[in-house]
């Protein structure tokens, strides 16, 4: 796999900021053709190095909320379970860390059926179990996180992609609902499907998977995403970081975190250790240096766990195989 070039890492941004720009407007901002944006972004979606997914917003499925899990296994035991962990439809950001011993990954939990919560800590490899309800995701302020510095939009190129595109309101009264199933489904797929493939995927009309998407995108009841691979955009060293802050502190500590562009996500959870993250930084000496000067400055932290992780068996839906995103 060949490494992403300046060109490559700009319209991986731009997607970023805006997973379902138009090639014409990303080719516009860093001024090549459109034709060579669209060349090159199906190149990196062949080469395994990006996907653009969509995903529904669990605070608006009524009976689902997600939770963070950390799984201590016996010796020998994480790869075997984290591969079957991740071919699960409820599981997402599926990792294996501290030397090998502990996995964590995401889980969408129904209240109204048994699932993960109650099968993990019952299987033979699991030594330790611990589940952390997701409280409130932290988002920066209008800034999304950027993978790899040093080809990153500037100001301008970044004003010129959003331009137009309009704010994210948080209306609770928008939900998912039944009927939007095939239209998440092809959207999980493929974030990026033509109207014309989706409204063939729902039986509406170009127009209707139009105007549905937006309504429900401008709500926040579902977000777009991207799973990249990491290494071929030169991070190196992942770490999720356990933080404990004082309560009064949370959401100061929460909104100052989501500004780092070291953090890929940051979220309140219940447990001991309150507010979690996760560190993507290009190595290990990038990591101290985020922890010893940007999380150090921040009042209200009491403490911070640093768990590196060894590999990521799965991303927000795809899988990860020979550092390359994959299908399932």
Same mark, same amino acid.
Request: with cysteine; hydrophobic share 45%; proline share 4%.
């Given at each position: ?20 720009? @138009? ?24 080469? !395994? ?51 090998? #011993? ?79 199933? @095939? ?50 955009? !030169? ?11 004082? @309560? ?36 290990? #000496? ?12 921040? @009042? !209200? ?28």
């Amino acid at each position: 796999m060949v490494a992403p070039d300046r060109i490559d890492q700009q319209i991986l941004h731009a997607l970023q900021l805006f997973p379902r720009a @138009p090639f014409a407007r990303v080719a516009a901002v860093i001024g090549v053709s459109e034709q060579t944006v669209a060349r090159r972004y199906q190149r990196l979606r062949s080469a !395994g190095v990006v996907r653009v997914l969509a995903r529904a917003n669990p605070t608006r499925q009524p009976g689902k909320s997600y939770w963070t899990l950390r799984i201590g296994c016996r010796p020998g035991t994480a790869q075997a379970l984290a591969d079957a962990l991740a071919r699960r439809d409820d599981t997402s950001w599926v990792s294996i860390g501290a030397g090998g #011993a502990e996995i964590t990954c995401q889980a969408l939990v129904d209240d109204q059926r048994a699932g993960l919560l109650h099968q993990l800590p019952r299987a033979s490899s699991v030594l330790t179990f611990s589940a952390h309800q997701l409280l409130h995701r932290f988002v920066g302020r209008g800034e999304s996180d950027w993978l790899a510095p040093g080809h990153e939009l500037d100001a301008g190129q970044r004003t010129a992609l959003l331009e137009g595109v309009p704010e994210i309101h948080h209306d609770q009264s928008v939900r998912v609902e039944e009927a939007d199933t @095939p239209l998440l489904e092809a959207l999980v797929r493929d974030g990026r499907a033509s109207w014309a493939s989706l409204a063939a995927a729902t039986g509406w009309t170009q127009r209707q998977v139009a105007q549905r998407v937006a309504t429900l995108t401008t709500a926040g009841a579902v977000y777009f995403d991207l799973d990249v691979a990491n290494t071929a955009v !030169g991070i190196h060293t992942v770490a999720t970081l356990w933080f404990t802050v004082a @309560p009064a502190h949370l959401a100061d500590v929460g909104a100052q975190l989501a500004d780092h562009t070291e953090l890929a996500y940051a979220a309140a959870v219940t447990g001991k250790t309150n507010l979690m993250a996760s560190a993507m930084c290009r190595d290990a #000496a990038a990591l101290y240096h985020y922890l010893t000067t940007k999380v150090a400055a921040i @009042p !209200g932290v009491q403490s911070v766990e640093t768990v590196p992780l060894l590999a990521r068996v799965k991303q927000a839906h795809f899988l990860i195989r020979d550092g390359r995103v994959r299908e399932h």
